[in-house]
């Protein structure tokens, strides 16, 4: 009677064991098949929203014009700097620019691939595979209105990647901690760089750190390592 208990106890397991590893299976497949679609993606449609704006406005900072001196925009400084590096990067090789506004969507979606791996890296240390895979590919298809660098797209995407690698340090005691802290307050910086309102996030982070991290020494060590990259 026990053996046949035991026999069928192996069975369900088994069943269970393969449903698991199917369904994860699955999960890779749709992750890879997500990001395959957004890169195609970038080579088709027309944008009828602002992204010719965000490229357009970094080219003209690039070609010499002062921020402030010909647009008068609040948010201008961030978002307009972050792409003058990709914008001359290309320039440099295609001195005519044809073709940068694919190159500047390839660059995103190549951007949101590396948060996509943060905020897996973070969530599968306690959830099985499966569970991680699910939970962080919910990121890949938002892409707010422009699937392009924007004032919007950077904030949304470098905050969230602040919150996962502060979970993941205060919460769950990751490895190499201090580079963790520094590339999370860089990011941060990014955000607030990109759309100055998002400022608040900054402040958020800064008291989930008091509250939640453990000690004296370590709420300073994590302020400071997190904090001064911001600046």
Do not use: H
């Amino acid at each position: 009677m026990e053996a046949a208990k035991a026999r069928s106890e192996r069975i369900i397991n088994s069943m269970w064991s393969n449903r698991t590893r199917i369904f994860t299976q699955l999960m890779i497949f749709g992750v890879v098949l997500m990001f395959l679609f957004l890169y195609v993606r970038a080579f088709l449609g027309t944008e009828l929203s602002d992204e010719a704006y965000y490229v357009a406005d970094a080219k003209a900072v690039l070609n010499g014009n002062i921020p402030y001196s010909y647009a008068n925009g609040s948010l201008e400084i961030g978002f307009t700097f972050l792409l003058i590096p990709i914008e001359a990067l290309y320039r440099f090789f295609v001195p005519d620019l044809e073709g940068i506004f694919v190159f500047t969507r390839l660059c995103f979606v190549t951007f949101k691939l590396v948060v996509w791996a943060f905020v897996f890296d973070a969530l599968k240390r306690k959830l099985p595979l499966s569970k991680a895979l699910l939970l962080s590919a919910l990121i890949i298809p938002f892409n707010g209105f422009a699937l392009n660098f924007s004032y919007n797209t950077v904030p949304e995407l470098t905050m969230l990647l602040t919150g996962c690698i502060l979970y993941d340090v205060i919460e769950q005691d990751a490895p190499q901690k201090k580079a963790r802290l520094i590339f999370a307050g860089i990011m941060c910086g990014v955000g607030c760089f990109a759309n100055p309102g998002w400022g608040v996030a900054l402040l958020i982070f800064l008291a989930v750190i008091l509250f939640k991290e453990k000690g004296i020494r370590r709420k300073i060590q994590t302020l400071l390592y997190f904090g001064l990259p911001v600046l």
